[in-house]
């Protein structure tokens, strides 16, 4: 029904199954990060990196054809370097470039969890949290929904109502609790769901470390819902495709020059697009990791802290 | 061999048409997408090439799905055959309030009890234009 790696049950960003809130988003957008309003004039996001505009921002003047087997490179096949471009641009980055439904389970840490229940999510940038709760390692017979689904959720023990989770630097990867609210009526969450999940909260603040015991469920990634992903991001996967189309047409341009001489008469013949291609690698090179740090840092994917 | 679509453009009848390989919706207009069947055979070389394909059944229809990451947003239509004496083209409306994520197309054909899926081959860009223009 949805495209999605597992068959779990499909996601409706707008309401759960059982009528409660659905994803909670971010505060503002991941790109430009925090972002909720700007002027027109300037595209900071576009579509997908399609092979024509590729073809014009990266390969102007390339020839994209092979000089030994005159084999020429159609857009299907730059298509596939974008897409393998895409790919280890987000294993450089730890950054997903569509978005993307993941579900961790994080552990109960008493420190964290006195600090507004301080979630750190090993991926970023969170765009909208679908469910966070506290379940069991269980899978069968908990009545969830997506039992016996590839990838099924435990027993869902609390959920922590969405009106509650703060999303204030989710673009970050840090997620909290916080049930500061006027009044729960106010907020519409039934009480019993707050008189239940106040108890379990109180009492497990009591407890030790204890691992995988928050389970959250949400969408990361810098692009939009409908494919729409930051200008720099298409730079850097632009400048990754170069490298990898580079690295099959080089070899083939690897004679750089010849002569041919016959007694007193003589003709060389040099080519210089050996280095030209060698040049533009060079660069892309330079241009993808520079990117790719900048993003890193952005997105905060450079560093990890925590406590022990 | 794949079975692929590949969608058209400027169609004007079973002759006159371009076939694209990219194709841009802007957010909020309405369009009429048209598209062809192919199939991919070998040529006399032994090369693959795509050829278009008619569907043979008695009964043929095509879906075509828009898929999304959120269930609200995944469309599904039945396309209509425009020209009868080609059934190879196949049209589908979109309409201004359709959400469409970037590739998200598929196209299913049946063929009396025949199922064939095809890869969409266009790749299909969403924009917004002007202050519709939302961030990620």
Redo the contacts between chains.
């Keep these: 029904m949805v495209k999605r790696i597992d068959d779990a049950e499909p996601i409706n960003l707008g309401t759960n199954p059982d009528g409660s809130q659905g994803s909670k988003k971010s505060i503002g957008g991941t790109w430009p990060e925090k972002a909720i309003a700007a002027a027109p004039g300037l595209n900071r996001i576009e579509p997908f990196l399609t092979p024509s505009v590729f073809k014009k921002r990266f390969l102007f003047g390339i020839p994209l054809y092979s000089p030994i087997t005159k084999e020429k490179l159609e857009v299907k096949d730059l298509k596939d370097y974008i897409q393998r471009a895409a790919n280890l641009f987000e294993l450089e980055t730890k950054v997903s470039v569509f978005p993307i439904v993941k579900r961790f389970r994080l552990p109960f840490d008493p420190n964290m969890y006195r600090q507004f229940i301080y979630l750190e999510i090993p991926e970023k940038p969170v765009q909208e949290v679908i469910n966070l709760s506290i379940t069991s390692a269980s899978y069968q017979g908990t009545g969830e929904i997506n039992e016996n689904k590839r990838y099924p959720r435990g027993h869902e023990i609390y959920r922590v109502p969405n009106e509650w989770v703060d999303m204030s630097n989710a673009s970050r990867g840090i997620i909290n609790v916080n049930p500061l609210n006027p009044s729960f009526t106010a907020i519409n969450t039934s009480s019993s769901i707050a008189a239940s999940g106040a108890a379990i909260m109180q009492f497990i603040g009591q407890t030790g470390w204890v691992p995988a015991y928050w389970n959250i469920e949400m969408v990361i990634g810098l692009g939009s819902m409908e494919g729409n992903i930051p200008n720099v991001v298409n730079e850097a996967i632009g400048a990754q495709a170069t490298i990898l189309l580079m690295d099959n047409l080089i070899p083939q341009y690897r004679i750089v020059s010849q002569s041919l001489n016959i007694d007193g008469l003589g003709q060389s013949v040099s080519d210089q697009l050996y280095q030209l291609l060698q040049d533009k690698r060079d660069q892309a090179k330079e241009k993808f990791d520079k990117l790719t740090n900048k993003i890193k840092m952005i997105t905060s994917s450079k560093f990890f802290s925590g406590n022990v | 061999m794949r079975n692929v679509v590949k969608l058209l453009d400027n169609v004007n009848d079973i002759n006159t048409f371009d076939e694209v390989?990219?194709f841009?919706i802007i957010?909020g207009n309405s369009y009429n997408l048209c598209f062809r069947l192919f199939k991919e055979k070998k040529d006399c070389n032994g090369e693959p090439t795509l050829q278009r394909y008619i569907p043979i059944g008695t009964s043929n229809s095509v879906q075509v799905q828009f898929?999304?990451?959120?269930?609200?947003?995944?469309i599904k239509r039945t396309a209509t055959k425009p020209y009868p004496s080609d059934s190879s083209i196949w049209c589908i409306p979109i309409l201004p309030q359709d959400?469409?994520?970037?590739?998200?197309m598929r196209v299913t054909l049946y063929e009396d009890s025949k199922v064939t899926n095809f890869i969409v081959?266009t790749?299909i860009?969403?924009?917004?234009t002007?202050?519709r223009?939302?961030?990620?």
């Design positions: 390989e990219e841009t957010r898929d999304n990451l959120d269930v609200e947003y995944c959400q469409l994520m970037f590739n998200g081959e790749d860009s969403t924009e917004d002007g202050d223009r939302r961030f990620t």
